[in-house]
Structures are given as C-alpha cells and as structure tokens.
Nanobody
Framework: QVQLVESGGGLVQAGGSLRLSCGASGLTFRVYTMGWFRQAPGKEREFVASIPRSDGSAEYSESAKGRFTISRDGGKNTVDLQMNSLKPEDTAVYYC????????????WGQGTQVTVSS
C-alpha cells in the first residue's frame, strides 16, 4: 500500500520560513518524480514544484521560483519543500505527490498539510 505522509505545516508570519517533508512508503521511490501541490480555499489545486527521479532539474511554479526549494533523499524516501519569504497568498493545504513528469501524470497523493501565513 502506497503512503505519502506530509508534515511540517503550521502557522507562520509573513516573511518567515517553513520546511515541509513528505515520507513515502510502499513504492519504489527512486523511479518516481516527486512533486508538491497546493490548494487554497475556493481555488483549484495548483502545481508548486517537482523534482525528477534522477538527473535533471527541478521545476517550479512562477510563484515559487526564488523562494521555494524542493529536494529529495533517496536513502530516506523523503521529499522536502523549503519555503522562504512566505506570503499570505501562500496559505493553502500543501500536498505531496508521486508521478511521472514525462506524462504529467500523478499517481499517488498525500493527505495534505496546512500552511497558514499571517500578515
């Protein structure tokens, strides 16, 4: 059974930082592209960042570029999202996902972790 479990969310003031982590189990971690998405109240889920399974560059949404950094640890089967210079508009539930960047298909999702940025 595949499980993606996010942690690290919380309440932070604007300009602050948070580090989200996602632990993966029940899948061959190294073959999947890993990604982070978010969904704000009343809005659709949107892409934040992804990191490929091997050599290759991470991808970021325009809003995440320069502020967020995605990384993965194959030994621990984890993918992290370091978020700096947070803004109130970053408030959302953040989801971890595993999939294929080649086909833009995401096969597995976590339950999400809430990030709230106060002004």
């Amino acid at each position: 059974q595949v499980q993606l479990v996010e942690s690290g969310g919380g309440l932070v003031q604007a300009g602050g930082s948070l580090r989200l982590s996602c632990g993966a189990s029940g899948l061959t971690f190294r073959v999947y592209t890993m990604g982070w998405f978010r969904q704000a109240p009343g809005k659709e889920r949107e892409f934040v960042a992804s990191i490929p399974r091997s050599d290759g560059s991470a991808e970021y949404s325009e809003s995440a570029k320069g502020r967020f950094t995605i990384s993965r640890d194959g030994g621990k089967n984890t993918v992290d999202l370091q978020m700096n210079s947070l803004k109130p508009e970053d408030t959302a539930v953040y989801y971890c996902a595993a999939g294929s960047i080649a086909t833009r298909t995401w096969f597995y999702w976590g339950q999400g972790t809430q990030v709230t940025v106060s002004s």
